[in-house]
């Protein structure tokens, strides 16, 4: 059964701290993964990421991908308030219809 | 541009009844997808289509719910009867095949309370 999960499952930081969120995966043909920031309605689109070891970069934010080990990180530098949301963690696999699997998600709260 | 537009945004109603949730994709995106999200199993993916075509519905959790896509530009999610366990959020998301690395793009979805 494909699996993608999270780490760690909530987290508080606050402002000016910088964070690193986990993803791993055990899945059948791999396509790509994805991040998405959840804060009170639709997961928003962050990255994709289909290479290992390239950085995918917007502002604060980096992600990368390590298919020998499994998993992806998201860092965030310098957090603000902002930033406070979930962020899911989704896998894309081959032959599926692009359908995705979604880890359970990391609840990051950053305080002022 | 307009995103993945849902409604209704909120449906607070009693076991039994019939519940119908719509969905209107991203234009020019041709497939679409319907997720339920609960603090217990996360995201999951329920059925997606592609071209309108149903392609893979084995997340439906039971045959009192269904999906249909009409056209490229609607599609619905319906519950009947509804049960207290069905409360959730529920999502759709679109997606445009051609070209690659496309990623889905999520409406607002609709927050359902079945009581």
């Known amino acids: 059964e494909d699996k993608v999960v999270q780490s760690p499952l909530s987290l508080v930081v606050h402002e000016g701290d910088t964070v690193t969120l986990n993803c791993s995966y055990e899945?059948?043909?791999?396509?790509?993964l994805l991040w998405y920031k959840q804060e009170k309605k639709a997961p928003t689109f962050l990255f994709m990421l289909?290479?290992?070891?390239i950085e995918k970069k917007s502002g604060r934010l980096s992600s990368i991908l390590d298919k020998k080990e499994l998993s992806s990180i998201l860092n965030i530098t310098a957090t603000q308030t902002g930033d406070s949301a979930i962020y899911l963690c989704?896998?894309?696999?081959?032959?599926?219809?692009?359908?995705?699997?979604f880890g359970g998600g990391t609840r990051l709260m950053v305080k002022p | 541009d307009a995103g993945v537009i849902q409604s209704p945004r909120h449906e607070v109603t009693e076991m039994g009844q019939e519940v119908t949730l719509r969905c209107k994709p991203i234009?020019?995106?041709?497939?679409l997808f319907w997720y339920r999200q609960t603090m217990m199993r996360g995201l999951e993916l329920l059925i997606y289509?592609?071209?309108?075509?149903?392609?893979?519905d084995s997340g439906m959790p039971e045959d009192r719910f269904s999906a249909k896509m009409p056209n490229a530009s609607f599609s619905t999610l319906k519950i009947q009867p509804s049960e207290p366990r069905d409360s959730a959020v529920y999502f759709c998301?679109?997606?445009?095949?051609?070209?690659?690395?496309?990623?889905?793009?999520f409406g607002d979805g609709t927050r359902l309370s079945i009581l």
């Open positions: 998301a679109s997606r445009r095949d051609r070209g690659s690395n496309q990623p889905q793009h």
């Open positions: 899945v059948t043909n791999f396509r790509s």
């Open positions: 289909t290479s290992s070891g």
């Open positions: 989704a896998v894309e696999l081959l032959n599926a219809g692009n359908m995705l699997t």
């Open positions: 234009s020019g995106h041709n497939s």
């Open positions: 289509f592609n071209n309108n075509v149903p392609i893979d």
